[in-house]
Every structure is written in C-alpha cells, then in structure tokens.
C-alpha cells in the first residue's frame, strides 16, 4: 500500500480564529466438502467458550484505538483546566487517531462551550468526544437492504488485501442464516489463492461458487455467475473482484468492464457496490473512496480490521467527508466478527465508555 499517494490534509485555521468568530466453463462447487470441512471447524476449546456478545468484541476489537485516546484524554485533563493549550492538544490527538481535521475541530469546539476556563474531568470530555463522534455517524449507520430485484447482485470491490474474501464469506453466511439463497462469483480470477479462499468461505456458508481457472477473464465469470442465478432462481449473487491499487488506471478500466457486462445479463446489476477499507491504511482509505465511487458507483462501505489499527478513527473522517451508508464493520476474522454499523456503539467504543 506504500505506492499509493496520500490526499493532501487541507490546512487548520488557529482554534483562537474557529473559537471567536471564525471479469473455459463455469464450475460451482458443492455446497458442502468433506476435505474442507476440518479447516472451517472451530478448535474444540472455542466450542465449549460462551460467545461474547458483539458489544465485547466490537470493545476489544477497537482496544487500540480507545487505549490511546483514552491515555491522551486522561493526560491532558487531569488536573488541568480547560484552556487553549489543551483544546489544542486535543485536537491535536484526535487528528493523529485519524478522525480528520474538520472533526477534530468540530470535537473541541463543541467542549469548549460552556466549560472553556473551568475543570473538566476526563470521563466528561470522552462523554463529549461520544456524542460527536455518534452524530457524525448516525448518518450513515445504514442498513444494507437486499431490494426486490431477484438475484439481487451485489459487488464487492476494494484494493489488495482489504479484506474483500473475508467480507464476502462472512455476508454470505448471514444471508443464508435469514433463509435466502446465495451464489458466489470467484471473480479475483488473477489469484488462484483468492479463488480457493472463496470456495472455503462458499463451504462453511453452504454458498455454491462459480469459478473459472486462474487467469481468466473476469467479466466473462461475472455474466456466467449472473445467467447461472437467474437459471437456479437464486435471492443473492455476491461477486468478488480483483483487488486493484485505485492509482492504477488500467485495473479500474477492467472494473467498470466487470459492470457492463454484467448489465448486459440484468440492465439493473450491481444493485449494490460494497468498497471494503482497510482500517489500518489511515488516511488513504479517503482516496480509495474517491476513486472506485467514480469507477464503480460505490453504494456502501465496510470497514475492516478495526482491530489491527490504532487509528481507527479513519471511519469517522471517511463518513464525514463521503456520507456514503457504512454497513458493516469487522473487528476480527471469525463468521462473527462482521456486524451492522451502529453509530452510538462504536463512538462509545472508540473512546474507552462503556456500553449504554
């Protein structure tokens, strides 16, 4: 990821000016596999632990980023009043935690209101950082909704090693659980590792996967997946794609082939376009967006590896600038570890609280 350029940060007004006045046949694999069933089972000592609810795992998953922030907080305010060198610092933190600059600056005007010259206690500014952190957010804490359309088709597209796989057999699982039908398309035809980890991930959700050998066109997969659903009456088709560097012109030409082709199948298809960002690349998940919503019509976002980053405020600065719907975020890679984006949960998460 290091070859991708970084978006220039706009520059910060003082906080005295902001504070006063201022794309070979097609084979499906089975449903189920005796071989690959072993690697999808879960160690014996994980069965017999109860399962943690989402509020635990989301806490956890999000450590680093609430530990930092939280000593950052606690080191600033305590003892200290709340002064133009604090808001600054603050500010300051928040901006190195990767909430952006337009948020972080809207955070410590917000507490500087009403409280500016007088003690505050720590636990009371993360109340605070909450609170507008979760109104950033609760815009775009939506739903992914599976419309009428019948196979409702759905694209997931992101750079290399975002997590697209991973996202899709999770998704995939969930749809299955709700009763609906799901086929996959192992359209990432460059990589033959990607291509079996999907048929793994199609096993242990009982979602047959439409593949062709490695090197293959990946349009021609994508129209094969779409004309085999609408054969078999299939509810869902999740389409992988190549993971492609949004720097890179000549992959995301082949992207927008994937789409038209596909349309060729079903005027309407993609009826969803999935960006899956890496938390852990900071800042340069605000190019990404950019990039693929004007090649392939991004619909909605999820956001993975929250757990791996100690700046997971990358989500807030990506809602803030883009107001696209986040769907979901992952924080782990169990089936699990893949939920519907509440806003309230991860602000409160994010800065150390507990649930409410």
Do not use: C, Y
């Not at 948020?103 to 507490?111: D, G, S, V």
């Not at 004309?227 to 389409?239: M, N, R, S, Y």
Request: glycine letters at 10%.
């Amino acid at each position: 990821m290091s070859d991708q350029p970084k978006p220039d940060e706009p520059k910060r007004p003082g906080f005295f000016k902001r504070l006063f006045g201022q794309d070979g046949p097609v084979a499906a694999s089975p449903a189920a596999s005796a071989d690959l069933a072993p690697a999808a089972a879960p160690p014996a000592a994980a069965v017999q632990e109860p399962k943690k609810k989402w509020w635990q795992r989301l806490k956890e998953g999000l450590a680093r980023t609430s530990s930092n922030l939280g000593r950052g907080v606690t080191d600033l305010f305590t003892k200290r009043k709340l002064d133009h060198a604090t808001l600054e610092e603050l500010e300051d933190l928040l901006i190195q935690a990767d909430l952006g600059v337009d948020t972080a600056a809207k955070i410590t005007e917000a507490l500087a209101k009403g409280r500016f010259g007088k003690d505050i206690e720590p636990e009371e500014v993360r109340t605070v950082l909450a609170t507008e952190i979760e109104a950033v957010l609760a815009p775009v804490a939506r739903p992914l909704a599976i419309g009428d359309a019948k196979p409702f088709v759905i694209m997931v597209v992101g750079v290399n090693g975002a997590g697209k796989t991973t996202t899709i057999g999770k998704l995939a699982a969930k749809l299955r659980a709700e009763g609906r039908s799901v086929l996959l398309g192992a359209g990432d035809t460059f990589r033959a590792a990607a291509i079996e980890q999907l048929k793994v991930w199609g096993e242990r959700a009982g979602a047959p996967v439409v593949t062709r050998p490695q090197g293959s066109d990946a349009a021609g997969l994508a129209f094969d997946t779409l004309k085999q659903a609408q054969e078999t009456g299939t509810d869902v088709v999740i389409l992988d794609t190549a993971g492609r560097l949004q720097n890179k012109s000549e992959l995301m030409a082949e992207l927008e082939k994937v789409v038209r082709v596909m349309r060729k199948v079903d005027a309407g298809a993609p009826h969803a376009v999935l960006l899956v960002l890496d938390a852990t690349t900071g800042q340069n998940a605000l190019s990404q967006v950019d990039a693929f919503a004007k090649t392939a019509g991004v619909t909605g976002l999820v956001m993975t590896k929250l757990d791996g980053t100690a700046r997971g405020g990358i989500l807030v600065a990506v809602a803030a600038r883009t107001g696209l719907p986040v769907h979901f975020i992952g924080v782990g890679e169990g089936v699990d570890d893949l939920e519907p984006f509440a806003a309230r949960d991860f602000a409160r998460a994010i800065v150390g609280l507990e649930e409410s």
